[in-house]
Every structure is written in structure tokens, then in C-alpha cells.
């Protein structure tokens, strides 16, 4: 009975697009929601609405728990945060990019006003303390909830110069 009452519910749930309710099942056909669980959260206590400096510096704080998965990170350059933009309000299908002006959709911009509220950030790693990560360049609220770190591409090209300069040190 309950898969019934679930489906029926899905069926009926709406998101608004351009100040419209638009049935769920229209946009996505079939596929349901998944369930995410936050890593950690961002502490950005000095950093104001818009303000996204690409120099300020930021404190990722994971939950204790993600210290099992935290091994050789110290050695990274990059990340690429993966966080939920949990303010965003709406969603605009068509809009002019804050960047350059140009009329987009939200898959060719980086608003948080799109249907998979998911942003990402590539910042630089410039410390690991426990399971705090003090980095540069993330684009997040004070108390966003972090969804995921991975390793940024440029880190990888870069050979993990981190880890051999401290290699090299001792």
C-alpha cells in the first residue's frame, strides 16, 4: 500500500519553473529522487550574501566519521567540492549569465536556481587539519552542507608535488 501512496505523491509533486508549477513526472519522466547524505559542512563566517571572492579562504569541517576516508589527501593541490545549494528558492529555465551577460539555461551557467541544486567548486587545498580542510576559492554559504570532495584534475596533473616536496623535506 505504501509504494502506491509513494507513487501516487510523486505523480502529484511540483517544482516551479518560471513562476510555474510544473508536475515532477513532466521533467524527469519515471526516475525518482535519491537520497544524499552530507560529508561535512562550510564554516565562511566573515563572507556575506554574493560574496564569493575567489581568494577567500574557507574551512571545510567534515564529520568525524569521514577521517577513515581522509588518507593521502594532505598531498593534494586541488579539490573539487561538491556542496547543496541549500538557499536556492527557484528555478529559471532561461536568464542572463552573471559572468558574460549571455541569455543560458542553468546547464550552461553556475546559478543556484536549476532543478538538482548541486554546486561545485575546484579550490585549492591549503591545509588539513583533523578533519577540517582549510581551502581557497569555495563558493559556499557559512553552513552549506558539503556532499562530496574529490580530487581536481589539475592536483593529479600536477604529479601530488605536495606530498614529494614534503617527501623531499625529510
Known amino acids: 500500500m505504501a509504494s502506491v501512496l509513494e507513487a501516487t505523491a510523486q505523480a502529484m509533486a511540483t517544482v516551479v519553473v518560471d513562476g510555474v508549477e510544473v508536475p515532477l513526472e513532466s521533467l ?8 544524499v547524505r552530507p560529508i561535512g559542512t562550510v564554516v565562511r563566517p566573515s563572507a556575506s550574501a554574493g560574496d564569493h ?10 564529520w568525524p566519521g569521514m ?3 581522509m588518507r593521502g589527501l594532505e598531498d593534494e593541490t586541488s579539490l573539487l567540492v561538491l556542496w547543496h545549494f ?4 527557484s528555478v529559471r529555465s532561461v536568464f542572463p549569465r552573471g559572468w558574460d551577460g549571455k541569455e543560458v539555461g542553468p546547464f550552461a551557467s553556475r546559478t ?8 561545485v567548486s575546484e579550490v585549492r587545498l ?13 563558493e559556499a554559504f557559512d ?20 606530498g614529494r616536496q614534503r617527501a623531499g623535506a625529510d
Do not use: C
Open 126 to 138: 591549503l591545509e588539513v587539519r583533523g578533519t577540517t580542510l582549510v581551502v581557497r576559492g569555495l
Open 53 to 62: 571572492a575567489a581568494n577567500d579562504v574557507s574551512e571545510i569541517r567534515l
Open 143 to 162: 553552513g552549506t552542507p558539503v556532499l562530496d570532495i574529490k580530487v581536481a584534475m589539475s592536483s593529479l596533473r600536477e604529479g601530488g608535488k605536495r
Open 67 to 69: 577521517a577513515t576516508f
Open 86 to 89: 541549500d538557499r536556492a528558492q
Open 28 to 35: 524527469y519522466g519515471g526516475a525518482g529522487p535519491i537520497a
Open 112 to 119: 543556484p536556481h536549476r532543478l538538482t541544486p548541486i554546486g
